[in-house]
């Protein structure tokens, strides 16, 4: 016999269940990034401990829970388990949980949901060794790129524009920098992971998510300078920011456009 649902909760229950998801992707996602960062394969061997090679048991897969649980140590040598693991798990079920929101049970909440996974692998492995790999940007500029074209607000025009405007101006600052300072201020990465914002928010949205990409980066600056390297020449990771402010402009660029406007 079906259990009955309270049709007021009938809003909540998809993006509960994207969020659930989200968890479980993001555990995924935290494997990729760290064998993303030692190149080695994320199918083989079987989840273990990096430091003492213990094989994780199911009920230490559960996502979140299972860190929380621990103590934050792995349970054969003890040592501390990273809390980058139960930080992208938990990114992944919020961003999961405001696609499912903002799109619905479609084609565009997995269309989305995949790019938001993209973006989240390139970013955790971006804030760790400043690397965007191509494995990551190239696919997201395909999706990126098909979804804001497959969409009614943005169009194929726009998209196509987004994504030229997006790799073609950050391309530009790149050999200026270079030429200007004699090193690099944007990695090639940041250049291409363009197409796929670019794209995904079009040539109207691109603006906006580039503009909330730099003011996150700014107000995470501090940390960079005072606190984490101690020193003005350390860089920051902008492919991080950039991936935010993305995210942000596809979740709420309809309600940024209706604010400006002032509807």
Partial sequence: ???????????????????VLGLFLGSFYSVCVSRGIQGTSIVSPPSHCPACG????????????????????????????????????????VFAALVAVRFGPTWFFLGHL??????????????????????????AAVLGIALG?????????????????GFGVFWLLSVA?????????????????????????????L?????IGSLAALIASPYYVYGRGRDRNMPIPFGPFLCFGGLVQILY????????AGR
């Fill in 1 to 19: 016999m079906p259990i009955p649902i309270d049709p007021t909760l009938l809003p909540y229950v998809f993006p509960a269940a994207a969020a």
């Fill in 54 to 93: 213990h094989r994780l048991r199911p009920w230490e897969l559960i996502p979140l829970v299972s860190w929380l649980a621990l103590g934050g140590r792995c349970s054969g040598c003890r040592q501390p388990i990273s809390i980058l693991y139960p930080l992208i798990e938990l990114t992944s079920a």
């Fill in 114 to 139: 995949a790019l938001c996974g993209l973006f989240i692998i390139a970013s955790g492995i971006d804030f760790q060794v400043y690397l965007l790999p191509n494995v990551l940007t190239y696919p």
């Fill in 149 to 165: 074209a497959l969409d009614p607000a943005i169009g194929p025009v726009s998209a196509a524009v987004g994504a030229g405007l």
């Fill in 177 to 205: 920098y270079r030429a200007a300072k004699g090193v690099d201020g944007l990695g090639g990465g940041d250049v291409k992971l363009m197409l796929s914002i670019g794209g995904a928010v079009g040539g109207l949205g």
């Fill in 207 to 211: 603006p906006y998510a580039v503009l």
């Fill in 253 to 260: 660029g309809p309600v940024i456009f209706a604010f400006l």
